[in-house]
Antibody, heavy 114, light 110 residues
Framework: QVQLVESGGGVVQPETSLRLSCAAS????????MHWVRQTPGKGLEWLAL????????DYADSVKGRFTISRDNSKNTVYLQMNSLRDEDSAVYYC???????WGQGTLVTVSS | QSVLTQPPSASGTPGQKVTISCSGS????????VYWYQQLPGTAPKLLIY???QRPSGVPDRFSASKSGTSASLAISGLRSEDEADYYC???????????FGAGTNVIVL
């Protein structure tokens, strides 16, 4: 059974950094692309980033390009989202998503506030 | 404004069938799989449909989906009170080079 567990969220000040993790199980992690998506009450669901199965190819939404970095460690079945220069508008629940099969984790809340 | 267009709400009485539409374009639904998610209040979105019409194990067959051209739809038959939730569609978009979503449809069981 596919399971995705996000962690690393919290309350941080603007212009600081945070790294989110997503631990995967129940499928052959190294065979699948992975995404990060976020949800806010105001903007709804927003796709953020995609990483290829081997980590060699990455795509980003314009809203986070240059500030966020997606990466993965296939030996640990984990995908990461490094978030730098955080802004108030980055406050959201962040989810990792399994490509093609579509499963999401339970999310981790990030609050950016001074 | 969302790339995929869904009605903001839909409703039905217990036992009825409710259908939710999701309208896109040739760069998203027209050429890519559609995914549907159910989100109960205060919880994470739960996968209902993947690859346009496939149900993950554990999802009741009351939920079904289809795709035609640049539109997709989710049908809930035998509506139950526990189906009250927000429903979202999603697809990859080649023009935007990213995943796009609908704004969600709130299903109300009368």
């Amino acid at each position: 059974q596919v399971q995705l567990v996000e962690s690393g969220g919290g309350v941080v000040q603007p212009e600081t950094s945070l790294r989110l993790s997503c631990a995967a199980s129940g499928f052959t992690f190294r065979d699948y692309k992975m995404h990060w998506v976020r949800q806010t009450p105001g903007k709804g669901l927003e796709w953020l980033a995609l990483i290829s199965h081997d980590g060699n190819n990455k795509d980003y939404a314009d809203s986070v390009k240059g500030r966020f970095t997606i990466s993965r460690d296939n030996s640990k079945n984990t995908v990461y989202l490094q978030m730098n220069s955080l802004r108030d508008e980055d406050s959201a629940v962040y989810y990792c998503e399994l490509d093609t099969l579509g499963h999401w984790g339970q999310g981790t809340l990030v609050t950016v506030s001074s | 404004q969302s790339v995929l267009t869904q009605p903001p709400s839909a409703s039905g009485t217990p036992g009825q069938k409710v259908t939710i539409s999701c309208s896109g374009s040739s760069s998203n639904i027209g050429i890519h799989y559609v995914y549907w998610y159910q989100q109960l209040p205060g919880t994470a979105p739960k996968l209902l449909i993947y690859r346009s019409n496939q149900r993950p194990s554990g999802v009741p067959d009351r939920f079904s989906a289809s795709k035609s051209g640049t539109s997709a739809s989710l049908a809930i038959s035998g509506l139950r009170s526990e189906d009250e939730a927000d429903y979202y569609c999603a697809a990859w978009d080649d023009s935007l080079n990213g995943q796009v979503f609908g704004a969600g449809t709130n299903v109300i069981v009368l």
